[in-house]
């Protein structure tokens, strides 16, 4: 199996293993069809799947022949279908561009350890063979934070614009854009700070980050992305909402899939909302996040082959 597959199935055995279980305990047992499918769903749910997904499925389960006859390896087939035609929408390129002039402005937001540090540096040693690469260390709340940037900084070879302790964010990226403009990086990485006094202070400081930032360069953020940590569940989906409004959100990270029994929540998200899923991170090593594809997501976690 390719590196990064073996991962990703490795990440999520222990969502495959929950739906095995649950899948077996169904067909093990003589149950008439209605039950089978009500208990199908069951499974699902726990998976973290979520309802809107669950009964979309079941919903297309339900056209399809199925008794106490029907094996385990086909229905965990047709369910890998069903949950990848769900997760299609979401797998899309992040497109870099090249403005005029300018660096291409990445902004990272997500609540306190969701992983946007990780994901920033882990993303960085993907893309700088190709460009030229800054990033700013706009958590100003704590120095461990400026501290975990500049480690992977180090380890990548990136400059990174940093202040003083406690320094106003939106300042420090005034300031960081046009250190980069004039260093004509072509991309800057922005990290922010996920825990503030309270949600509004939070929205309110992203905010003035946008407003700030395009006083450098009108078109920035070129990228707005949110990290969603996947043990977080059902949650998500409300942070979500929350970032869109405060942030203008273009797509989405979602880490810690690894070791979590949650993995369905990604099903739940490309159900409930629109925007794309880019990367997925599988553990804290540099090379622990990828590309999300539906497919290959889908079928991992159905049928964990480790
Ligand atoms: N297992 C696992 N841990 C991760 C992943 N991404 C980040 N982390 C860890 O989660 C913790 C918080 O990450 P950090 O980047 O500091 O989050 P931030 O507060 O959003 O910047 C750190 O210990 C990371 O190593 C992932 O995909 N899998
Ligand atoms: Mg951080």
């Given at each position: 199996m390719a590196d990064w597959l073996h991962k990703l199935s490795l990440g999520l055995k222990k969502s495959s293993d929950k739906i095995t279980l649950g899948l077996s305990d169904i067909f093990t047992k003589q149950k008439p069809d209605e039950q089978i499918l009500e208990e199908l769903e069951e499974v699902l749910l726990t998976a973290d799947i979520g309802v809107q997904a669950s009964a979309k499925i079941m919903r297309n389960f339900a056209t399809r022949r199925l008794d106490k006859n029907t094996d385990m390896a086909s229905i965990k087939k047709i369910l890998a279908e069903e949950i990848a035609a769900i997760l299609v929408p979401c797998e899309k390129e992040l497109q870099i561009t090249k403005p005029?002039?300018?660096?291409?402005?990445?902004?990272?937001?997500?609540?306190?350890?969701?992983?946007?540090?990780?994901?920033?540096?882990?993303?960085?040693?993907?893309?700088?063979?190709?460009?030229?690469?800054?990033?700013?260390?706009?958590?100003?709340?704590?120095?461990?934070?400026?501290?975990?940037?500049?480690?992977?900084?180090?380890?990548?070879?990136?400059?990174?614009?940093?202040?003083?302790?406690?320094?106003?964010?939106?300042?420090?990226?005034?300031?960081?854009?046009?250190?980069?403009?004039?260093?004509?990086?072509?991309?800057?990485?922005?990290?922010?700070?996920?825990?503030?006094?309270?949600?509004?202070?939070?929205?309110?400081?992203?905010?003035?980050?946008?407003?700030?930032?395009?006083?450098?360069?009108?078109?920035?953020?070129?990228?707005?992305?949110?990290?969603?940590?996947?043990?977080?569940?059902?949650?998500?989906?409300?942070?979500?909402?929350?970032?869109?409004?405060?942030?203008?959100?273009?797509?989405?990270?979602?880490?810690?899939?690894?070791?979590?029994?949650?993995?369905?929540?990604?099903?739940?998200?490309?159900?409930?909302?629109?925007?794309?899923?880019?990367?997925?991170g599988v553990g804290e090593q540099i090379d622990d996040l990828d590309r999300f594809s539906a497919q290959d997501y889908a079928k991992q976690l159905l049928e964990s082959n480790l």
């Amino acid at each position: 199996m390719a590196d990064w597959l073996h991962k990703l199935s490795l990440g999520l055995k222990k969502s495959s293993d929950k739906i095995t279980l649950g899948l077996s305990d169904i067909f093990t047992k003589q149950k008439p069809d209605e039950q089978i499918l009500e208990e199908l769903e069951e499974v699902l749910l726990t998976a973290d799947i979520g309802v809107q997904a669950s009964a979309k499925i079941m919903r297309n389960f339900a056209t399809r022949r199925l008794d106490k006859n029907t094996d385990m390896a086909s229905i965990k087939k047709i369910l890998a279908e069903e949950i990848a035609a769900i997760l299609v929408p979401c797998e899309k390129e992040l497109q870099i561009t090249k403005p005029q002039n300018t660096p291409f402005v990445i902004l990272m937001t997500g609540v306190n350890g969701a992983g946007k540090t990780t994901t920033i540096g882990k993303l960085a040693a993907r893309l700088k063979n190709n460009y030229q690469i800054s990033f700013i260390a706009g958590d100003t709340f704590r120095a461990a934070a400026v501290e975990q940037l500049e480690e992977w900084g180090k380890r990548n070879h990136i400059r990174v614009y940093k202040g003083e302790n406690g320094c106003d964010s939106a300042g420090l990226c005034f300031d960081g854009l046009q250190e980069a403009i004039k260093q004509k990086d072509d991309i800057v990485f922005i990290d922010t700070a996920g825990r503030l006094q309270n949600k509004t202070g939070l929205m309110d400081e992203l905010k003035k980050i946008i407003r700030v930032i395009r006083k450098v360069i009108p078109e920035a953020p070129h990228a707005s992305l949110l990290t969603i940590d996947a043990t977080t569940g059902q949650n998500a989906l409300s942070q979500i909402q929350l970032f869109k409004e405060a942030a203008d959100i273009d797509g989405l990270i979602i880490t810690k899939l690894d070791g979590t029994a949650k993995g369905g929540i990604i099903v739940a998200m490309a159900q409930e909302q629109t925007l794309p899923i880019y990367y997925i991170g599988v553990g804290e090593q540099i090379d622990d996040l990828d590309r999300f594809s539906a497919q290959d997501y889908a079928k991992q976690l159905l049928e964990s082959n480790l």
